[in-house]
């Protein structure tokens, strides 16, 4: 396949950034997007140009570190990571455009690579179990409906890599935030800090900056991982039932 | 030089008992006196950091990744093993040991698996209690599944995501002490070396990755959790940041490297599709429970099938070889994962491999669909399936897998103690950078309960008895060994990018794992191995005049990043070569042409290698010193694995 790419540059932060297109032939569609991506950085660095700077890791889908804005979409046409898409999706002489995320909340570091670091300060304002390690009763001691143990599990799966916020038109983290609110508000052992927890991650996921939520199902649609928005309205249920018994007037 | 490995008196099983009452305390009020460095925020750094910062520790942690949770522990997928016996069949403590040392093939050392097994039942305690959601059976208890080298059901997982979902919790953990001031966080920092003062590890050098910025960090004590080295392959399921330069670096400075050529072959992966090919991907072990591995019984059927004459499905049973279960019948497809790698390499070598490339054999769900309906198996493998479409464009549901085996973990590490201590004081390595437990063949779903193990249940005692023993205090950077070290670190960036070559960093990396794949993989000769030195030698000083590392210091550069493992990398694959070399037996994952039985399976030489291998840096270009730690077995006898 030949293909045009037209991508995002930008030096660093303050650098203003701007598209440049490439050229990109002999791409084969078992290649996946990434090794595109790493074909045309060996022929950049072949020629002493510096190379595409794109965040990337596991490469199996669930490290969340891949990103990539793809005409238009976060992580492309199929609602996978851009790790696992697959140049399969594309067409002979197509142009392809790749940006980085765009959100106040992620701002970008070089070329295609961001800042996420957003969503750990929403985690570290309470989306854990405050127990420390040892003295913890017995894994089978509280049973937990199986129901309600695979409704967690399908809210824990989140991957944190912010195609939610990328795909939302008010670049809103609520999908992100509401996983980790849904996941420990269904199961037993997140009872105790249920309410203080959805009060504090709400209110550090508004101080990141990110927007509202207005409802559009852009973020589940884009989810690699197909998180559902019934943990927003969760979220916003734990959230209203804690706000109006809140003891932080 | 002699290694004291500090192996408590008495019987196994009271050992780790003992010794925990043995080890000097540091006292509540003094812990907040004493620094901690972690490197590495996988299962082993998160849930290290997070214990000992609960405790009171003042601890730093370091990642190169964007986040702590991207760690690549989180790519685990089938589960974690624990000796809980909740099925009722028959698992203990000392089971789980004992499969775990038969399993690494009597290359490891008792008393810490012993500990391993011994603490796994409080690991699946601890993760409940922060919210993984592991798999549930109806009643509401928690469900478990078998897995390789074990007959019993001891492995607790949620869904094909157990990494993810223990990672996030160690995560959380660790999240929760960064809240409250005890933890401080340095993402996209990697560590450059170690700085150590009057032989003890006082601290490192690491480098800003968005700015370059090279800083030193002062601690009491500094941890290890950097993970393995199987990207020294190129071609590896792991991340592609995964890499061996902390341990590296480590080795260096006087920490020495256990049995760097014990690696892990996994052999469920998907098969290699071309040149463009980045990294390889890992289907769980666990879909052995289900999945039946085989290849067409003929060479002729095999080649209609490469040539696309016929399908899979068009292959009658009697013309199939389920090869596994033929050889194995009382372990059938559930051998550990160094057998299943080993056969299906022969099966491929005598012409009997199933895709273009003749490297490849099938695993199949047709039999456990028609038993189970297609329903239970997607609940089960759902994920796993879906993955394997997305890269490879066909339905499992329908036609079998392809799989072959691809590098997955590294058992050897730098050498430690029983307190996971390596030779140089206050410097710890845990989880995969270590090399303690698996021996020469690492069991599935162990490593997540070794990684918990090291940083949940075992380092927050053992480090009190080495920081018990050293002064508390402020500890500052201004000692001249850090800007010596720091020196150092800017002298190795500048010389990498004065090279200004010709060729690419990805260049060297392909050709490094293509000398280690052929020469020091599945299978090993002297003459390939001395061969294989002479390659690396070569491709050493070419890397040092020809590589071309792009841009500068003082900014994002992935190229200087990838530049310093790769240079590191070339490093470690000559001590592999040379530890292989040495081995003159064939143990687990290590497999000497030479030194098999009739029937060619691994042929062990308890009497001259029942040893672990440790090698000692000497300086550059000097060939590294061998040091024996004699593994001493009280309590299991050693006998010829047997999976018959």
Redesign the interface.
């Known amino acids: 396949m030949n293909l045009t790419l037209k991508i995002w540059r930008q ?2 932060n303050s650098d203003k950034g701007g598209f440049k297109d490439y050229k990109l032939g002999g791409v ?1 569609k ?3 997007f ?3 991506l ?2 045309l950085n ?1 022929e950049l ?2 020629k ?4 595409v ?1 794109f ?11 891949c990103s990539l804005y793809i005409n238009g979409k976060p992580h492309g046409p ?1 609602q ?1 990571t851009t790790c ?1 898409l ?1 140049m ?1 999706s594309f067409n002979d002489g197509e142009t392809i455009t790749i940006e980085p995320w765009r959100a106040k909340a992620f701002p970008v ?2 070329d295609l ?1 961001t ?3 957003a ?2 300060r929403i ?3 309470g ?8 003295g ?5 001691e ?5 129901t309600i ?2 409704m ?2 399908d809210a ?2 989140c ?2 890599c912010g195609a939610c916020v990328a795909a939302c038109k008010n670049a809103s983290a609520m999908l992100f935030t509401s996983a980790k609110v849904s ?2 508000a269904l ?1 037993p ?2 009872q105790v800090e249920r309410k203080t927890r959805a009060e504090k991650m709400v209110a550090q996921m508004d101080a990141e900056g990110f927007g509202a939520c207005t409802n559009t199902g852009a973020c589940e649609a884009e989810c690699p991982k197909g998180i559902s928005i019934t943990n927003i309205a969760r979220m916003n249920r734990e959230y209203f039932s804690a706000v109006v018994s809140s003891q932080n007037v | 030089m002699i290694l004291d490995s500090k192996i408590p008196e008495g019987p196994l099983a009271e050992k780790w008992t003992k010794h925990k009452f043995n080890v000097k305390l540091v006292n509540p009020a003094n812990k907040r006196k004493y620094d901690v460095i972690v490197v590495g925020t996988g299962l082993a750094g998160a ?1 290290a950091a ?2 000992l910062a ?1 405790l009171g520790y003042n601890v730093k942690a370091f990642c190169f ?8 522990s ?2 685990a997928q089938g589960g974690i093993n624990a000796a ?1 016996n ?1 099925q009722n069949d028959g698992d203990s403590v000392y089971r789980l040991f004992y499969d775990t040392i038969k399993g690494g093939d009597y290359r490891a050392r008792e008393s810490n698996v012993y500990r391993l097994a011994e603490v796994s039942v ?1 690991i ?19 469900a478990n599944r078998s897995f390789g080298g074990a007959q019993v059901s001891r492995t607790f997982y ?2 094909g ?1 157990t ?3 223990l990672l ?1 919790g160690a ?3 660790l ?2 002490q ?2 409250n001031g005890k933890v401080k ?1 340095y ?1 996209r920092t990697e560590m450059m070396d170690v700085v150590t003062i009057d032989g003890k590890a006082k601290g490192i050098i690491t480098r800003n990755l ?1 700015t370059g910025a090279i800083e030193s960090h002062a601690a009491h004590a500094v941890l290890l959790c950097t993970g393995g080295y199987g990207n020294v392959f190129f071609l590896s ?1 792991n ?3 995964s890499n061996v330069t902390a341990a590296w670096r480590a080795h260096k400075k006087g920490a020495l490297m256990a049995n760097p050529c014990f690696t892990q072959i996994h052999p469920t992966c998907i098969p290699v ?2 040149d ?4 390889l ?2 289907m769980s072990e666990s879909l052995r429970n289900d999945g039946r591995v085989w290849v067409p019984a003929t060479v002729a059927t095999a080649e209609k099938l490469r040539k696309g004459q016929i399908k899979a499905n068009d292959i009658k049973e009697e013309d199939r070889d389920y090869f596994l279960e033929r050889k194995y019948p009382s372990f059938g497809n559930l051998v550990p994962r160094d057998v299943a790698s080993r056969n299906a390499k022969y099966v491929c070598d005598e012409g009997r491999g199933v895709n273009e490339t003749g490297e490849a054999v099938f695993l199949d769900f047709r039999d456990a669909i028609k038993r189970d309906g297609k329903d239970i198996i997607s609940a089960k493998y759902g994920n796993l399936f879906d ?1 394997y479409q ?2 490879t ?1 066909e339905n499992p549901y329908e036609m079998p897998m392809m799989i072959y085996p691809a590098v997955h973990y590294t058992m050897g590490g730098l050498w430690v103690d029983y307190n996971l201590m390596t030779n140089v004081p206050g410097l710890y390595a845990l989880g995969e950078a270590n090399f303690s437990d698996h021996g020469a063949n690492r069991l599935g779903a162990s490593a997540l309960m070794q990684g918990l193990a090291d940083g ?2 075992v380092i ?1 005692y053992t480090i009190g008895d080495y920081l018990a023993q050293n002064p508390a205090g402020k500890i500052g950077t201004d000692h001249p060994e850090f800007q010596k070290a720091e020196k150092e670190v800017k002298e190795r960036i500048q010389k990498l990018l004065g090279i200004k070559g010709e060729k ?3 260049h060297f990396h392909k050709r490094l794992g293509k000398i280690m794949w052929d020469y020091c993989g599945m299978a090993r000769t002297e003459e390939g191995l001395k061969k294989a030195k002479a390659m690396i030698k070569e491709l050493k000083s070419e890397f040092w005049s020809s590589v ?1 590392v ?2 500068d210091n003082e ?2 550069n ?2 200087l990043e990838k530049a310093h493992r790769v240079a590191d990398f070339i490093e470690l694959g000559e001590l592999m070569v040379d530890d292989a070399l040495n081995r003159n037996e064939s143990c687990g994952g290590h497999f000497r042409e030479e030194y098999q039985t009739p029937e060619g399976e691994a042929l062990r030489d308890d009497e001259n290698f029942a040893y672990v291998a440790a090698w000692k840096y000497l300086g550059e270009g000097q060939e590294e010193e061998l040091v024996k730690e004699p593994l001493i077995f009280e309590n299991v006898k050693l006998t010829q694995r047997s999976y018959k």
């Open positions: 030096k660093n084969s078992d290649m996946s990434l090794e595109m790493d074909v060996e660095a072949a002493g140009e510096d190379p700077h965040d990337h890791d596991c490469r199996e889908g669930i490290c969340g570190m199929q996978t696992q697959h399969r570091l070089k690579v800042d996420r670091s969503f750990d985690i570290q304002a989306g854990y179990v405050s127990v420390n390690t040892g913890v009763p017995d894994a089978n509280i049973p937990i409906p199986k143990a695979d967690a599990m824990a799966q991957i944190g996941q420990l199961l052992q997140g | 849930s997070a214990s609960e990744q964007d986040s702590p949770r991207r760690a690549h989180i790519a809980k909740y409080k699946i305690d601890q993760c409940v209690a922060q919210g993984v959601p592991f798999a549930r059976e109806y009643g509401g208890l928690l949620a869904r995501q990494g993810q979902q996030l995560y959380s953990a999240s929760r960064v809240a966080l993402p968005i399921t991340a592609m940041g599709s071309g463009h090919q980045s990294k991907t890992l993955m997305q890269i464009g949940y249940f927050p690419t960093i990805d071309n792009l841009g900014e994002l992935q190229s």
